[in-house]
């Protein structure tokens, strides 16, 4: 089956500090989409990526869906306390009729005062 | 988007008994789902949730020890039976909502469930 490969795991920055996190896939995606689950929540959708090279921001945000389709990188620039959880990629294959999402394991972010 | 109302928001079991998960949501939807997400970890697909047919489970879930039912579009309910520790964890449901350029994935608040 699909694999999605998140990186970091885990991630303790300074207030203030940008942060980078990517997934990447050993198969086509066709849909990309991060979230963030704050303990004891369920995963809440941040931003979504339908086509490649596509670039979206939310706010503080930003994501990128990979040229080779394989791959997608989220942003979060000047980070605030409340920027702490649990984000998570997922993403969905381009062939077949599979309708599921396939998740990447989480990076979890400590944002340090 | 879509509000889904997942109830209840945790719960402590005795092992041996049984566990009924409800899930709401404030639209008709055609596709939702169930995932356990264990400690630490990401989540995994349990089954999808067919209306007015039975579920289609992932490796490794079987309708035994998960039964699910989804009387209509915009109900579901996940049952963990004959509880053990071992299926301690958060369940999750999720609609899908799928068009031919978009596809974007909900999710309820989680039930927390503890097996002792």
């Known amino acids: 089956g699909q694999q999605l490969n998140q990186s970091p795991q885990s991630m303790f920055i300074q207030e203030g500090e940008d942060v980078s996190m990517n997934c990447t896939s050993s198969?086509?995606?066709?849909?990309w989409l991060w979230y963030k689950q704050d303990p004891g929540e369920g995963p809440v959708l941040l931003i979504a990526?339908?086509?490649?090279?596509e670039l979206t921001s939310n706010g503080r945000l930003t994501a990128q869906f990979g040229i080779t389709r394989k791959d997608s990188f989220l942003n979060i620039s000047a980070s605030i306390p409340s920027d702490v959880g649990i984000y998570f990629c997922a993403g969905r294959i381009s062939s077949g009729s599979a309708r599921q999402l396939t998740f990447g394991s989480g990076t979890q972010l400590t944002v340090l005062p | 988007s879509a509000v889904i109302s997942q109830k209840p928001s945790r719960d402590i079991c005795q092992r041996g008994t049984s566990l009924t998960i409800q899930c709401q949501v404030d639209s008709q939807v055609t596709m939702m789902f169930w995932y356990r997400q264990q400690p630490g970890q990401s989540l995994t697909l349990i089954a999808t949730?067919?209306?007015?047919?039975?579920?289609?489970?992932e490796s490794g879930f079987v309708i035994d020890k998960f039964p699910i039912s989804r009387p209509n579009l915009t109900f579901s309910t996940l049952t963990v039976s004959n509880m053990s520790p071992e299926d301690s964890s958060i369940y999750l449901c999720?609609?899908?909502?799928?068009?031919?350029?978009?596809?974007?994935?909900?999710f309820g608040q989680g039930t927390r469930l503890t097996v002792v």
């Open positions: 198969s086509i995606f066709n849909t």
């Open positions: 949730a067919n209306q007015g047919s039975e579920a289609t489970y």
């Open positions: 999720s609609v899908l909502y799928d068009s031919s350029e978009n596809t974007e994935a909900f």
């Open positions: 990526l339908y086509k490649a090279g």
